[in-house]
Antibody, heavy 123, light 106 residues
Framework: QVQLQESGPGLVKPSQTLSLTCTVS??????????WSWIRQPAGKTLEWIGR???????TYNPSLKSRVTISIDTSKNQFSLGLNSVTAADTAMYFC???????????????WGQGTLVIVSS | DIQMTQSPSTLSASVGDRVTITCRAS??????VAWLQQKPGKAPKLLIY???TLESGVPSRFSGSGSGTEFTLTISSLQPDDFATYYC?????????FGQGTKLEI
C-alpha cells in the first residue's frame, strides 16, 4: 500500500510562496495508472482540489488557482511538490498530497492520502 | 466546474440506525462519484468509488448507489466508529470537486 508524507514550512508570510513536498513510499511514483494530487482544506470547510501531475510531468490545475500554482515531480526521489505564490490569509489550510488511481475502467479517483500538513499564512 | 450539492449538512442519529446521505451533481457525471469519510484531524478515507464499489477493507454496512446526477451513501446499521464527516466527490471532470460535507453526529 502506497504511503504519502507531506513536508514543508508551517508558516508562510503574506505575498510569499508556499512550498510543500510529498514523499511517496511503498511504491514507485512512476506507475502508469497513478496521478499525484494536492488538495487543501481550510479549517471547518470542505476540500478543494488544487491540481495533479503525472510522472511524465504533465499537469492539470484548478482554474481558480491556476495563475499561482506550480506542481512538479522528481521521479528519482519519488517526490512531487507544490508551489503556491502570492499567498494571503485565505490560503491558510491543511494541505494534503494524494494519489489518484486510474487503473481498470475509470479508476477510483483519490484512493490514498497523506496525513496533511497545516500551513498558516501570517506575518 | 461541476458542483456537488450534498445534504443534509448535519445528521443526528443513534447506534444501530440506518442513515442516507444524498449528493446531487450539477451535470451528468455517469458513475464517477466517490464517497469519503473524514474524522477530526485526519485525512479523508475512501469508502466507495464508481458510485457503488466498496473500497477494499471497508465494512459492508456502507453502500452507495446512483448514476447521472443523483447519488446516495447509505450506512445500514450505524456503529460508534461511523460518527464522522462524509464527503461526496466527482471525478468525471479533470477538475475534481467535493460536496460540502455531512457531519454525522450522535
Amino acid at each position: 500500500q502506497v504511503q504519502l508524507q507531506e513536508s514543508g514550512p508551517g508558516l508562510v508570510k503574506p505575498s510569499q510562496t508556499l512550498s510543500l513536498t510529498c514523499t511517496v513510499s511503498g511504491g514507485s511514483i512512476d506507475v502508469g495508472s497513478s496521478y499525484w494530487s494536492w488538495i487543501r482544506q481550510p479549517a471547518g470547510k470542505t476540500l478543494e482540489w488544487i491540481g495533479r501531475i503525472y510522472s511524465s510531468g504533465i499537469t492539470t490545475y484548478n482554474p481558480s488557482l491556476k495563475s499561482r500554482v506550480t506542481i512538479s515531480i522528481d521521479t528519482s526521489k519519488n517526490q512531487f511538490s507544490l508551489g503556491l505564490n502570492s499567498v494571503t490569509a485565505a490560503d491558510t489550510a491543511m494541505y494534503f498530497c494524494a494519489r489518484e488511481w486510474r487503473g481498470g475502467y475509470g479508476g477510483k479517483g483519490i484512493d490514498s492520502w497523506g496525513q496533511g500538513t497545516l500551513v498558516i499564512v501570517s506575518s | 466546474d461541476i458542483q456537488m450539492t450534498q445534504s443534509p449538512s448535519t445528521l443526528s442519529a443513534s447506534v444501530g440506525d440506518r442513515v442516507t446521505i444524498t449528493c446531487r451533481a450539477s451535470l451528468h457525471i455517469n458513475m464517477w462519484v466517490a464517497w469519503l469519510q473524514q474524522k477530526p484531524g485526519k485525512a479523508p478515507k475512501l469508502l466507495i468509488y464508481k458510485a457503488s464499489t466498496l473500497e477494499s477493507g471497508v465494512p459492508s454496512r456502507f453502500s452507495g448507489s446512483g448514476s447521472g446526477t443523483e447519488f446516495t451513501l447509505t450506512i445500514s446499521s450505524l456503529q460508534p466508529d461511523d460518527f464522522a464527516t462524509y464527503y461526496c466527490q466527482q471525478y468525471s471532470s479533470s477538475v475534481y470537486t467535493f460536496g460540502q460535507g455531512t457531519k454525522l453526529e450522535i
